[in-house]
C-alpha cells in the first residue's frame, strides 16, 4: 500500500535562517511526489513537483526539493525563510493509478 | 481566472440527514477529485473523475457517499444519513488532466458539521 510520512508534526525556524521539511514515501511502483501549502483559511496550493529527471526541482516562491530514490525522501527546502512562509506544509504522492496519498502535515513556523 | 469553488462553505445538518456538497472546477479541467480532511490530517482521498465517469471510487467509505459529475464540469458529494462521523472538511480539486503527473488545484472546502 502506498503512505506517505512527514516525521515532523512542526518546524520552527528563524528568518532567514535555511530551512527543511521532511517527506519519505512508500509506493510499489515510480513515485510522483508532489508539495503543497496550505495558509490559514485559503485552499491548499500546489508547490512543486518531482515526475523524472533531475532530482532537484525548484518550485514556487524560492522552494525546492531534493528527491533521494534509496532513501525513499523528498524533502521540501528553502535557503533562507521568511515569515510569510509559515504555513501547513503537505507532501503527496501518486503511483499506479489516479489516487493521490497525503502526509498528515507539517506545520513551518518561522520567527522573526 | 477563476479558481475551483465549492458551495456551501459551511454546512450543519442534523444526524440521519442527507446533504449535497457541490463542486465547481477549473474550466477546461478534466478531473475532477474530492477529498475529506479530518482536523490534524492529510487530505483522504475519496473519489476521482475523468470526464464524466468514475474512475477510482476506491476512497468513499461506505455506500452513504456518492458522487456525480452528469456533465463533465461540476460534481455534487451526496451523502445520505449523515452519522457525526462524518462531520470533517471536504475538499475538491480539479486538474487539466487525468495523469498523475498533473497537479492539482483545490477549492476552499465545505465544512460539514453532523449534530
Known amino acids: 500500500a502506498q503512505s506517505v510520512a512527514q516525521p515532523e508534526d512542526q518546524v520552527n525556524v528563524a528568518e532567514g535562517n535555511p530551512l527543511t521539511v521532511k517527506c519519505t514515501y512508500s509506493?510499489?511502483?515510480?513515485?510522483?511526489l508532489f508539495w503543497y501549502v496550505q495558509y490559514p483559511n485559503r485552499g491548499l496550493q500546489f508547490l512543486l513537483k518531482y515526475i523524472t529527471g533531475d532530482n532537484l526541482v525548484k518550485g514556487s516562491y524560492g522552494f525546492e526539493a531534493e528527491f533521494n530514490k534509496s532513501q525513499t525522501s523528498f524533502h521540501l527546502k528553502k535557503p533562507s525563510a521568511l515569515v510569510s512562509d509559515s504555513a501547513l506544509y503537505f507532501c503527496?504522492?501518486?503511483?499506479?493509478?489516479?489516487?493521490?496519498?497525503f502526509g498528515a502535515g507539517t506545520r513551518l513556523f518561522v520567527k522573526a | 481566472g477563476a479558481g475551483v469553488s465549492q458551495t456551501p462553505s459551511n454546512k450543519v445538518t442534523e444526524k440521519g440527514k442527507y446533504v449535497e456538497l457541490r463542486c465547481d472546477p477549473i474550466?477546461?479541467?478534466?478531473?475532477l477529485y474530492w477529498y475529506r480532511q479530518s482536523l490534524g490530517q492529510g487530505p483522504e482521498f475519496l473519489i476521482y473523475f475523468q470526464g464524466t465517469g468514475a474512475a477510482d471510487d476506491s476512497g468513499l467509505p461506505n455506500d452513504r457517499f456518492f458522487a456525480v459529475r452528469p456533465e463533465g464540469s461540476v460534481s455534487t458529494l451526496k451523502i445520505q444519513r449523515t452519522e457525526r462521523g462524518d462531520s470533517a472538511m471536504y475538499l475538491c480539486?480539479?486538474?487539466?488532466?487525468?495523469?498523475?503527473?498533473?497537479?492539482?488545484?483545490f477549492g476552499p472546502g465545505t465544512r460539514l458539521t453532523v449534530t
Open positions: 509506493v510499489s511502483g515510480n513515485p510522483y
Open positions: 503527496a504522492v501518486t503511483s499506479g493509478g489516479f489516487k493521490t496519498i
Open positions: 480539486a480539479s486538474s487539466l488532466q487525468g495523469s498523475q503527473t498533473y497537479e492539482q488545484y
Open positions: 474550466s477546461g479541467h478534466t478531473a
